[in-house]
């Protein structure tokens, strides 16, 4: 494997379709992109997925043994050194690998990135970042926390809101984003306790672009880059979003091609229905970043076939290009309010 390119660790164990549909998507992405795959798991397995595509020298086996289950708690990290999910983290921090991605139980997923490479300083709680499309064509939002952090202090939600506004600028490439608070109404007065003070925190950090309360609808409405809120409403509106996308899809599928008449359309119409597949299919953004610990690491739905996993590694090879993780250190020196400021300096 080259030297210079960027490096990603897969966890092939990990997933509902693993390890045939992650080692395919791995695959595509070692001979479309410019990157060296590091497959974690059982070695006989992989080998047997990797005979039905075309060898490819950007791709190496790395030995693991088993995996953590669904049904398994997050405890079964310590007692598993060696599953796919730590050795993956491993890789990491041993400078092997520039990236993970998982599309495994994500709670070990976090848990293994929070032990084994740790959080950056000046960040309490780490957070999932999601891409979701909007009605602008071509604009997205990443809301932040969508499922890490249940229970949140206002200073969490301000330090998602920096480390969102730097994966809008720099990833994205949104030159000046606007951060949006998720709430119940447009007023700074309304919300619960939680709102209310972290609208204060994030209106006094010049440092994050604040454009006021986001409702449920200006999410997808595209007037906001970044919308920051706690976990538990985070993962309810990720869930929902999805659910949303795939009934669309799925009507679709049903109606567009009845009577002869659907069948002509749905023909003249096939490149633009592709476009919007690609704009509404959570699959096509490959999963979600965690933001806040010290190395990238991508947690892809479970469920995630081939193109969700090339997707996956595509946004970590964004990540590591655009050099997310050292941003985020040189903001925590200046930028977080100062209570945050002062466990930095200690």
Known sequence: MAGNRARIAVDAMGGDHAPKEIVAGAVRASEELDVDILLVGDRPSIEGCLQHHQPSPNIEIVDAEGAIEMHEGISE???????????SMDLVR????????????????????TLRLGRLKGIDRPA??????????????IV???GANVDCRPK????????????????????????????????????????????QLLENNQAIPFAGNAEGRDVLSGNFDVIVC????????LKFAEAVGEIVLQIMREELPQGWRGILGTAILKPNLKNLKQRIDHAEHGG??????????IISHGSSHAPSIFNAIRSAKEAIDN????????SQKTTISDGVKASVEQ
């Open 94 to 113: 041993k400078n092997r690998a520039d990236a993970v991605i998982s599309a495994g139980h994500s709670g070990a997923a976090m848990g293994a990135a």
């Open 323 to 330: 050099q997310v993780i050292d941003r985020i250190k040189a």
């Open 288 to 297: 979600a970043l965690l933001l806040g610990v010290a190395g990238i690491c």
């Open 77 to 87: 990290l310590r007692r598993k050194p060696k599953a796919s999910i730590n050795v």
């Open 128 to 141: 999932i970042g999601t891409v979701f499309p909007t009605l602008i064509a071509g604009k997205s939002v």
């Open 230 to 237: 706690d976990g538990f409403v985070g993962n309810v509106l």
């Open 144 to 146: 932040l926390d969508v």
């Open 156 to 199: 969490y939600l301000e330090q998602f809101a920096l480390m969102g506004t730097i994966y809008s600028q720099y990833v994205m490439g949104v030159e000046q984003p606007k951060v949006g608070l998720l709430n119940i109404g447009e007023e700074s007065s309304k919300g619960n306790d939680l709102a209310l003070a972290t609208y």
